[in-house]
Structures are given as C-alpha cells and as structure tokens.
C-alpha cells in the first residue's frame, strides 16, 4: 500500500519505522501500527476529532450492537456493489474501527482487498490500530485524504464530511462511495428530552458532483435502552452539549427506554 504526502503529495515509501516521501518530510509510525498525517498546520485545534472520554462512551454504545443492523447494512451494500477486482476500501471517519474492522468479511470474495481506516482522532485511531491489525489505520482529515488519485475502489462514509472534490480524485472509475447520514426520526426520543419542538431530518439525497446515485435505502428500526447505553448514545450526539443536568441524571436511571434509529444508506458510483 502507499500514502501521500500531506504536505507536497509526493508518493510516501515505508522504511518499516517511519512513512517518508522524496522531499524527506517523514511520519512516524506508532508502535500501535498506525501513521499520523496530520501536520500541525492542519489541525484546527491542539487534539481534533472526539477526545477520550467521548471516544470511550462511543465504543461502549456500539459494543451493544444497537447498530449492528446498520453495520451489516453497510456491508450488505458493499458486497452487491464493489467492483470485482477491488483492492482498497476506506473508511473516513472510522472512530475506533467498529465498522471498519468488519469490512475485511468482504475479502473472501475479494481477496486482493485492503482495508483501511481514516480519522481525525489520534485518541480514536490508536485504539482501532492496536485492536484490529488486518486494517490500515492512519491519522488523517477527510478533506485532504492521504491516497494519490483514483487509488480506491470503494469509500464509507459514515455521518464523516470530506470534500467533493477529493471523492472525485481519490476514488477509480467505477468505484462506489458508501453514505450513510440520519433519516427523519432518527433518535427522535432523545431530542424530545430536549428540544420543544423537534425538526425531522432532510431526507434529500445529496447531489455529489461526479457520482451517480445507484441506491437509497431507509433503514429504520426501535432501539431499547438502559441507562449506561442512553448515556452513552448522548454523549455521541452533537446536541449532547445542549443536554441540561436533569436530562442527563433521567438518562442515567432510564429502564427500557424506547428509542428510534432511522438511517439513510446511499451508494454513489464513480462516473
């Protein structure tokens, strides 16, 4: 496999430590296995992305598989839809690697294929390097991906940003983008808690320029929760700093708590 330089986007070679380009900006590699592509002059804060605390209340709802429906969704569509001879799958915004780490049951009908995992959080990423060592994690931004152009067959995109332009260059020919965004009433009990009035998700299909939409799916479905897992949910939120103390501590003593999930699965194809 091969990065790009995120600083002149020459093409890096690995020297089993360390990650180095010709122009001899070089990135170490942690003992955990993953590189850091973030230059200091990328970043907009000291540590982007989600920090311990949130990463840890992410990998503790997820560890229930309340979206497990969503991850074999996921892997459903990528199993009709990559290209036979794929060889390089990315994950943007991979978090701690819960679904990453499954894309790799595709490789038994593509066998060539590389699975790899990109986010913003070192925190995040060196969790997922250090549990799953069949994928290649690496400390990145979505808007300035770390692959030179039409490297990937295939990209998943899980609520993550990333450029239109960069799906245009990275991705071959052919290949497919994977999106997955809220539907109308997903976590609809939760923002009860909070807002007066709740807003129902746009459904509207994004228009991603240089890509076909080829499938949109709803997925729907209840969720039951306790109150460590309604926490948790939360705390992944964006609206969880709107949280007031009371909701937190009803959350908290929650018994059988009723909660939708309501995605949008989309796969776009590479014109």
């Known amino acids: 496999m091969s990065y790009q330089c995120p600083l002149c986007h020459s093409a890096l070679v690995n020297h089993t430590q360390y990650w180095r380009c010709e122009n001899n900006h070089q990135f170490d590699l942690a003992k955990e296995g993953y590189v850091n592509l973030m230059p200091v002059q990328h970043k907009g804060s000291k540590n982007p992305g989600d920090n311990q605390e949130m990463m840890q209340a992410r990998r503790l709802f997820l560890n229930t598989n309340h979206y497990h429906p969503l991850r074999e969704a996921v892997i459903k569509h990528l199993d009709e839809q990559l290209p036979e001879n794929a060889q390089q799958l990315l994950d943007i915004g991979c978090g701690e690697g819960y679904y990453t780490s499954e894309f790799t049951q595709l490789?038994?009908?593509?066998?060539?294929?590389?699975?790899?995992?990109?986010?913003?959080?070192?925190?995040?990423?060196?969790?997922?390097?250090?549990?799953?060592?069949?994928?290649h994690f690496c400390v990145a931004s979505s808007h300035r991906l770390p692959y030179s152009d039409a490297y990937l067959d295939g990209i998943v995109r899980i609520y993550a940003p990333c450029k239109d332009e960069e799906?245009?260059?990275?991705?071959?020919?052919?290949?497919?983008?994977?999106?997955?965004?809220?539907?109308?009433?997903?976590?609809?009990?939760?923002?009860?808690?909070?807002?007066?009035?709740?807003?129902?998700?746009?459904?509207?299909p994004e228009v991603i320029e240089g890509f076909d939409l080829v499938t949109d799916q709803q997925l729907h479905y209840d969720m039951t929760l306790n109150g460590e897992e309604a926490t948790a949910l939360m705390q992944m939120t964006p609206f969880a700093w709107k949280t007031s103390d009371a909701v937190w501590e009803q959350l908290k003593t929650a018994i059988d708590l009723r909660c939708e999930a309501d995605f949008s699965i989309r796969v776009y194809r590479r014109q």
């Open 167 to 204: 799906l245009q260059r990275a991705v071959k020919k052919d290949g497919i983008l994977v999106t997955v965004s809220p539907a109308a009433r997903h976590l609809y009990q939760l923002k009860e808690l909070i807002y007066n009035g709740v807003h129902l998700h746009d459904m509207e």
């Open 107 to 135: 490789q038994a009908k593509h066998p060539e294929l590389s699975v790899h995992g990109l986010d913003i959080s070192k925190v995040a990423v060196r969790y997922a390097a250090k549990r799953y060592k069949n994928c």
